[in-house]
């Protein structure tokens, strides 16, 4: 185990110690929530809107996909760090470490998942500022959630990165995945009022169990349903059941774990 925790260690005092990384996860989910929260919640400030998002005012429906999302950005960017590490030369040491490798990996890991939920908890604490319908009981719930979703797209992108060279290569990757996946989560949008196509893309996206799962734990459900609008679909505020968005990460968390611990069992050095 000592290999597993002398990696979690150090990622979490390399997060620290890079300062411009630590502005820079903050500020982008800040932007999210305030140009894009603020600014669209004014469009939403109608009576009957709610009916839009689940009974709930637009910010109290848009904050817990906005704490995903930070959860998510931090999570799968930590894959950048691994192809760092390889042009410095650190993964050569741990490779050839009289230490196991899939705890070393294991551990590099679950301390970026740490880090990851740390950032989302912050940004979660600071909604509570704005969106109304939000409670605190839900803030312990969301750290399992969260840690679940870190350790999946951590794994994910510890997979991508151990087959690449090239920051710019990863970046490009990251780019062409994260807008799909956070646009196809419900995060800004209910699934139900997306077009039928983007709705199956939406229910194999993991990101949307995770959103799910924040507004199950996070958000005070109305105890009146919402009257309904002509023409538009009726939206609830969840669309699983919290037992099936928790089943779907943790099975997801372990088989991209078990997948980065396997890839970095066979990297080589090159």
């Known amino acids: 185990m000592k290999a597993f925790t002398t990696m979690a260690y150090r990622q979490i005092k390399r997060f620290f110690r890079a300062k ?4 820079g996860m903050f500020v982008n989910p800040l932007m999210w929530l305030i140009f894009f929260g ?3 919640s004014k469009v939403f400030n109608f009576p009957m809107a709610s009916a839009l998002f689940g009974g709930v005012d637009y910010l109290s429906f848009l904050a817990p996909g906005i704490t995903a999302m930070t959860i998510f950005n931090a999570s799968f960017i930590a894959g950048i760090s691994v192809i760092w590490d390889k042009q410095f030369g650190f993964l050569k040491e741990i490779l050839v470490a009289p230490a196991s490798r899939k705890e070393a990996i294991a551990g590099r890991i679950v301390g970026d998942s740490i880090m990851a939920v740390l950032q989302g908890l912050i940004i979660l604490l600071l909604t509570f500022t704005i969106a109304s319908s939000l409670k605190f009981s839900g803030v312990l719930p969301m ?3 969260g840690f679940l979703l870190a350790i999946a797209f951590s794994s994910f992108g510890v997979s991508i990165a151990l087959k690449m060279t090239s920051m710019e290569g990863f970046q490009m990757i990251m780019s062409f995945l994260m807008l799909p996946l956070m646009f196809l989560s419900g995060a800004f949008y209910p699934v139900e009022t997306m077009p039928t196509w983007m709705q199956y893309l939406a229910y ?4 949307t169990y995770a959103v799910d799962a924040a507004r199950h734990v996070l958000v005070n459900a109305p ?8 023409g538009i679909p009726t939206v609830s505020l969840t669309r699983f059941s919290l037992m099936t968005d928790i089943g779907v990460l943790a099975a997801l968390a372990l088989a991209f774990l078990i997948i980065a611990m396997i890839s970095f069992e066979k990297a080589t050095i090159e």
């Open 38 to 40: 603020l600014g669209w």
């Open 20 to 23: 411009s990384r630590v502005i």
């Open 143 to 145: 750290i399992l959630i």
């Open 204 to 207: 194999i996206n993991p990101l």
């Open 223 to 230: 105890t009146t349903a919402a009257a309904p609008i002509p």
